[in-house]
């Protein structure tokens, strides 16, 4: 055997089901006191809810779940773990406690950027603070269902507890896991029922959307659409400028869709740059002509610009198409 290729082979990462069955092997030998961290997507985190007491019978196995953000998780599991026999827990819904904190710019996630938030979420401080009273109190195996995003949140803000880990997980992902979840995600979108999102549910789909996009199995088209849906959500928050990276990425992989065009020159409007603005809206027209909204979102540029002549023939294209609508007719006056 070439010596060379051998080394090779063993600096390959290991495949997903191998990951999975050391997850299994570390959970069955585990006694006593473990903290485990398994990256995952949501969807994924209900499978393995489901399959892992089929996998390892002889484990008792619980499962705690949190919809809201938390402050502490000592007295939570406390109460849980009352008079029950438990040895593994699964934990799930700790991103909800991290959500309201994250108050950087609405970029890609990287991990230089983590050196920059303005503050640590209580749930980690409370974490680092009492991880041996969960070691000397909870004599049972903590598994955390986490994303990335949270995992690496864990590592830069709350070390002293994730310092104690018995190991880190990545549950494997299908084509067919990650085209799920995308649909999820996509059927769920809308610009109206973004703006009724608390901020922290903002945050939250941001990064969803984010790590679906970045999914080794993600095919070109649905990461157009994640793309676009970002962007829609960004400019509903009125992060026009990261709105604009998401549409230009869409437009870059070059699967067309018009209505990108359209959104990126509306966020170019919110942000006072009506030539390149009325340069996409061209574009929207080229191909749709009858799209009376950009001609008519092309035309409220041409007047920001005092170019009223311009804005006059817009809104006229506009009017050809959609003759009843009093708020052209106003403008136009």
Known sequence: MNPNLSDWDDD?????EETYQDLLRALTRKS???????????GEADKFIVKLPQEIPQKKIAVLRFVESIDNLYEPVAEFIKDKQIDILLIKGLEYSLYKY????F???TEGEFSNLTSVPHILNHLNQQRERFRDDFPISFVFLLRSFSINYFIHRAPDFFDWRSGVFELPTTPEVVEQESNRLLDEASCHNYLKLSYEKKIEKVLEIQNLISE??????CKASLLLELGNLLFAMKKYEAA???YQKVIDLKIYN???WYKKGEALRQLGRYEEAITNYDEVIVVNPDDY???????????????????????????????KDIEIWGIRG
């Open 258 to 260: 018009y209505s990108t």
């Open 32 to 42: 006593g006191f473990g903290l485990f961290f398994v990256q995952c997507t949501p």
């Open 216 to 221: 080794k199995h993600q095919t070109e088209i």
């Open 102 to 105: 994250e108050k950087r710019s």
């Open 244 to 246: 604009l990276i998401s």
């Open 293 to 323: 909204w950009a001609w008519y979102h092309r035309g409220l540029s041409f007047s920001e610009l005092g170019r009223y002549e311009e804005a006059i023939n817009s809104y006229d294209q506009a009017l050809k198409i959609h003759n």
């Open 107 to 109: 970029g890609e996630i």
């Open 12 to 16: 390959l990462p290991p495949e997903p």
